[in-house]
């Protein structure tokens, strides 16, 4: 990294004159923030590739600016280094891969979530005060999606493709799953979306209590029911398991400011949202079908469908398990047609874990891993040991969601959606920005 550091040096006293001189310049934090805020807001009606390029554009602004502005600098953390060492591993994959043109898509569209990532790590290290805002971007995109989504479940619109198996259910247990106005439409993706982004919301709400502002704080606060309510309305079984970590996280938190003094407080509203859970269960057929749906195996169609997917994949893992087939769901097409089981295909492993593992191989799957333990863990040492509570908020906003949205990657798919990616990413940077105080190690 010090090599690095004195290149970009090299071309700052070489473009010392420019950038003093340069309106573009010199503004050019406004139009990153300005970019960063544009992908989440794009994420939420555009395809895929209008979202991608918006981010590119963002990544083009922050190579311009580490070049041209004085000080600014590359700093590597200790999970940055598995983060790196699985991007080098993803490019010798592509090296090896048999569909080299079909993975070299797929590694284009990795390089730019990382590279988003390390944009968005760059500008927050200079305008930690913009993490606020960030947050409440991603905030109004999923309280919009909320919106949309609630307002569909009343109109019962219907579906675009076969989304449950309803062969075995009552005319009052078929779910009206909503799907918002994210492309492609599919319910999956929206729940999904909602567990990266609903712990934004309640941070947010959090943050606004701490600072005494109440009302804005009571208005996040309805924002993410509402949101929470809507994600059961998606029918995503695999967004409900995420939800559920979502909110055991949430109170584990909480119990560091309450136990002690507000015992009975917190006790009560942990009953109470118990309490409501199972009356929702019992008393709303659908969602109760729905659910129980979870823990029917093989009778369930889906359920039956991943159990084959998983299996064809674990094969596909076997063969290739040293620099695997190559990155990217059309790769992994093409490969899974000589596995597949008759009627069953799939676009992917419906398991990120068992994704990373069949398409760049087990030294992948370690260091993705290895990623994410480090970053969690340095997260949940720094909620249980500093006392800056804004900080501790979003430190734990930032954790819970990047645990939910794993959770619910065991099950599914939608994690490598742009809509989900570039919100995981931007988590995952304002965690490591927020975690500042901890050691840097050079890389």
């Not at 420019?18 to 309106?23: G, Q, R, V």
């Not at 990153?32 to 807001?41: E, G, N, Q, T």
């Not at 979202?51 to 999970?79: D, H, M, N, Q, W």
Request: glycine share 6%.
């Amino acid at each position: 990294m010090t090599m690095f550091n004195t290149l970009i040096q090299f071309t700052q006293r070489k473009c010392e004159y420019l950038y003093e001189n340069s309106l573009f310049l010199k503004n050019i934090d406004k139009l990153i923030f300005a970019s960063i805020i544009a992908v989440f807001l794009s994420s939420t009606v555009m395809s895929s590739d209008v979202i991608g390029f918006i981010a590119l554009i963002t990544v083009f602004l922050s190579f311009v600016k580490i070049l041209t502005k004085p000080y600014e600098k590359l700093e590597c953390k200790t999970f940055e280094l598995w983060l790196l060492a699985y991007f080098m591993i993803v490019i010798i994959s592509l090296a090896g891969s048999t569909l080299f043109y079909l993975s070299l898509k797929g590694f284009f569209k990795t390089f730019t979530y990382l590279a988003f990532y390390f944009s968005v790590v760059q500008y927050l290290k200079n305008n930690r005060d913009k993490i606020p805002f960030i947050l409440g971007a991603i905030g109004v995109c999923v309280s919009f999606e909320a919106i949309i989504g609630f307002l569909q479940n009343f109109a019962h619109v219907d579906e675009i493709s076969t989304w449950q198996d309803v062969s075995k259910l009552n005319p009052e247990e078929i779910m009206t799953r909503v799907y918002g106005t994210l492309k492609p439409y599919n319910p999956n993706l929206l729940g999904g979306y909602f567990v990266a982004g609903i712990p934004a919301l309640y941070g947010l709400s959090a943050l606004y209590f701490v600072d005494k502002k109440y009302n804005f704080s009571g208005i996040w606060l309805i924002l993410a029911l509402l949101s929470t309510l809507t994600l059961f309305l998606t029918g995503c079984r695999g967004s409900y398991i995420g939800m559920m970590v979502i909110l055991a996280g949430m109170f584990a938190v909480s119990a560091k400011y309450l136990w002690q003094n507000y015992k009975q407080i917190y006790l009560s509203v942990l009953g109470a949202v118990i309490a409501f859970g199972t009356a929702a269960m019992l008393f709303v057929s659908a969602l109760r079908a729905r659910v129980l749906s979870i823990f029917a195996m093989r009778q369930d169609s889906s359920n039956s469908f991943r159990f084959n997917v998983y299996h064809s994949s674990i094969e596909m893992f076997k063969d290739n398990w040293l620099l695997g087939i190559g990155v990217g769901n059309q790769n992994f097409r093409e490969i899974y047609g000589l596995y597949m089981k008759t009627g069953f295909d799939a676009l992917s492993a419906y398991n990120i874990f068992l994704e990373i593992a069949v398409e760049s191989g087990i030294f992948a799957l370690i260091a993705f891993v290895g990623f994410l333990i480090t970053l969690i863990k340095n997260g949940i040492n720094f909620i249980l040991k500093s006392a800056d509570t804004q900080t501790v908020i979003i430190v734990s906003a930032c954790v819970i969601s990047i645990c939910a949205v794993c959770v619910h990657g065991l099950v599914d798919t939608v994690f490598f959606r742009p809509q989900i990616q570039f919100v995981f990413w931007t988590i995952v940077a304002i965690l490591s920005v927020s975690l500042g105080s901890l050691k840097f190690y050079e890389c």
